[in-house]
């Protein structure tokens, strides 16, 4: 058994302060993807108006309850849904409004995540005016094939054109996504995906394994036993090809799912320059606002979110609320595990002191279980193994 020190944990354990994180929302698609339960509509087109000058109103609420010094925004991340099926327009004022609302750092992060075929060169130079540092984009394959039985509207060549487009635009860094394991896909198929999405030389590439949700197309299959759920031993495989091509083409596997270009002589066991600095503000449990239709928020003890049906927000935003759901305040188990799993996901892992902060010995039997079964690495604290990695959650079942 790991071994439990007496102190209890404190309420926000190993809270990173340095970081200040704003997520906004955007819930609107052109269609749904097979695999995909974000909260996010079709069909809604004629509310884009109303719910972008929604955000402004929102924001200036959420800002006015920071105080009248409020934190030092590190990083700004529009998510969806598809942000960039708001007018180019309209995404510039929300940023503008973020800007004149909170005190922005100024190297801040500034992503936006895009869909391919919804970014043309117009798109590109105005996510660029508006101050967009970095865009997060779906290719999810590059296989055709692969595409079209997940769902999306795009080729591949679409992809490889919207990347074009964010670089002559002067994008700064540029994220692709990819799914693997999904119908259609075979070990070819992903080799070639990977290939293709390295030839791109994107600053930042995401390797999801598919997911069944329950409430999509997919999930309805599966429940119906006409798909068959991705296989745990072909999702293996492909991981490991995903680390392997990704560690030849030069880039750091610094999270679970997330691969950063490593820049001349930068090593590749530490967290890279070309991290999303928004998402380690997640795994870090740094403290962030949610703005929009069900964006979530933390401020370091209480989670909140807000509804997610876009009606609904409008009208609690209209009415001058801030358009919440639900709250819940971990408790200090619940802090302490959430801080155990995040830190556990990135490749710094955890310091001796900050293992023992969480309550976990980091030389205990439990550890010295997991790097003898090559799991977690040498070393005085606790991090993960490539492989390590990949049984994430059997890890932290093991040492919480
Ligand atoms: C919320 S989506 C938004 C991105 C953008 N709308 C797009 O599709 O291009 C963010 C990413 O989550 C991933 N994702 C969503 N649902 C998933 C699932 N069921 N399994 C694995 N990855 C998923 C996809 O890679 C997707 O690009
Ligand atoms: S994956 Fe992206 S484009 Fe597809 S439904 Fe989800 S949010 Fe929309």
Redesign the pocket.
């Known amino acids: 058994m790991t071994t439990v020190l007496a102190s209890p944990a404190p309420a926000a354990p190993l809270l990173d302060p340095t970081c200040f994180g704003v997520y906004v929302h955007v819930p609107f ?1 052109l269609t749904r ?1 097979h ?4 909260v ?1 509509y079709t069909g809604m087109e004629g509310l884009r108006g109303p719910y972008a000058a929604a955000l402004l109103d929102e924001a200036a609420m959420a800002a006015r309850a920071l105080g009248p010094e409020p934190p030092v925004v590190t990083s700004v991340f529009v ?5 960039t099926l708001l007018p180019p327009g309209d995404l510039a004022r929300v940023l503008a409004r973020l800007r004149a609302l909170l005190p922005l750092a100024p190297d801040a992060e500034v992503t936006v ?4 075929e919804t970014v043309d060169q117009a798109v590109a130079g105005g996510l660029v005016e508006a101050g967009v540092t970095r865009v ?5 394959s590059f296989d055709d094939r692969v595409l079209a039985t997940l769902g ?1 509207v795009h080729d591949a060549a679409r992809v490889t054109a919207a990347v074009a487009a964010l670089r002559a635009a002067g994008v700064p860094a540029v994220n692709l ?3 693997y394991g999904g119908p259609g896909e075979d070990a070819g198929s992903w080799s070639a995906t990977l290939a293709a999405a390295v030839a791109l030389r994107p600053e930042h590439l ?1 390797a ?6 329950p409430a ?1 197309k ?1 999930g309805r299959l599966v429940a119906a036993g006409r798909m068959a759920e991705p296989d745990e031993d072909q999702l293996a495989d492909r991981y490991d090809t995903a680390r392997a091509v990704l560690a030849g083409a030069g880039y750091g596997h610094y999270e679970i799912s997330n691969w950063a270009a490593l820049g001349p002589g930068e090593p590749a066991d530490v967290l890279p320059a070309h991290a999303s600095r928004h998402n380690l503000t997640y795994w870090r449990r740094g403290r962030y606002l949610g703005l929009g239709a069900g964006a979530h928020e933390f401020d370091g003890e209480t989670r909140r979110w807000n509804l997610p049906g876009v009606p609904a927000y409008l009208k609690a935003v209209r009415a001058g609320r801030r358009p919440t759901e639900g709250q819940e305040r971990l408790d200090p188990g619940q802090a302490r595990f959430e801080a155990l799993a995040l830190r556990l996901r990135t490749a710094d892992g955890l310091e001796r002191a900050e293992a023992r902060v969480l309550g976990v010995d980091p030389s205990g039997p439990n550890a010295a279980e997991l790097r003898e079964a090559g799991l977690l690495a040498p070393g005085p604290g606790l991090r993960l193994t490539e492989r390590g990695m990949f049984l994430h959650g059997e890890v932290v079942a093991r040492l919480a």
């Open positions: 698609c993807c695999y995909c339960d974000f996010t998510g969806g849904g598809t942000p995540e895009a869909n391919p997060s984009m779906g290719a999810q999306r996504d990819l799914i995401s999801y394994a598919l997911t069944i949700e999509t997919f």
